[in-house]
């Protein structure tokens, strides 16, 4: 993943699909959308959908297919798709079979000080996604970052996805995207956990998809590497994050402006 990695320092990318992997259908559209996508944009696009959600609100909420069916999946999805793929992994003896299928493996925010799994991940030799957690500072990303790097991996990526204001909410301070970039690392914009309202619904999270766009350009503006974003054919009836779930229908308009930003960004 070495001329991935490459690219991502260079140029824009997007990280892009449903929370967790409802189905094998569901998978295998979103993706066949994507890819098209991506090809006509001539943007690079990572796949993204988790076999495992840990970190719900309630102890029945929608987690995911399980490891090794949703292996499977993401293995089919790079097979009919050409797409890499990118999913969570929340326990260090994941992080080698993850890695036998994932071209990225993501560190959940809530885990991203988690010693054990950043030397898993980082030893499998795949590009590392941490996202910031909701409760550290930008610059406190720095030490995770160590962690990978003196586990003998330098590609790393860090993402913010907003930091927690009072109760049920959360904020993005832009600021974020040029502090953690002093480290050395792209850096990834989550435009849709940004805008969720965790635990909002009492026994789920809600969430205000309408500001997607505005997050995401906003973060296009201030210089981000890429932008993650969940999508779903029908994100009202997703199983997962759907309040804060773009639909799938609307993704090549926001695709369309984000690259010309970027754009924009590379003529100033």
């Given at each position: ?81 050409g797409l890499p793929v990118v ?39 795949r590009i590392i996604n941490i ?115 773009l639909p799938l229908d609307k ?18």
């Amino acid at each position: 993943m070495a001329d991935l990695y490459q690219a991502s320092r260079s140029g824009p990318f997007i990280l892009a699909g449903p929370c967790a992997i409802e189905s094998r259908e569901i998978a295998l559209q979103t993706a066949g959308t994507l890819a098209e996508l991506a090809a006509k944009l001539d943007l690079p696009l990572v796949y993204k959908s988790s076999f495992d959600k840990a970190n719900r609100t309630s102890v029945t909420s929608f987690r995911g297919p399980g490891m090794e069916k949703g292996l499977e999946i993401l293995a089919e999805v790079k097979r009919v798709t050409g797409l890499p793929v990118v999913t969570d992994i929340h326990h260090p003896e994941q992080a080698a079979p993850v890695g036998e299928v994932a071209d990225v493996l993501q560190i959940p925010a809530f885990l991203c000080r988690q010693t054990d799994l950043l030397v898993a991940a980082a030893k499998t030799g795949r590009i590392i996604n941490i996202k910031k957690g909701q409760f550290l500072a930008p610059w406190d990303m720095k030490n995770a970052v160590e962690k990978v790097r003196a586990s003998g991996n330098e590609q790393i990526w860090l993402t913010e996805r907003g930091s927690t204001y009072g109760y049920n909410n959360l904020v993005v301070d832009m600021r974020s995207i040029p502090q953690m970039q002093s480290f050395g690392v792209p850096v990834v914009m989550d435009a849709t956990h940004s805008v969720q309202l965790p635990g909002g619904l009492g026994g789920m999270s809600g969430g205000q998809r309408e500001y997607v766009p505005v997050l995401a350009s906003a973060a296009v503006a201030a210089g981000v590497n890429g932008v993650f974003m969940e999508v779903h054919p029908d994100p009202d009836k997703a199983l997962c994050d759907g309040p804060n779930s773009l639909p799938l229908d609307k993704v090549e308009a926001l695709l369309i402006r984000l690259k010309a930003l970027w754009e924009l960004n590379r003529d100033c």
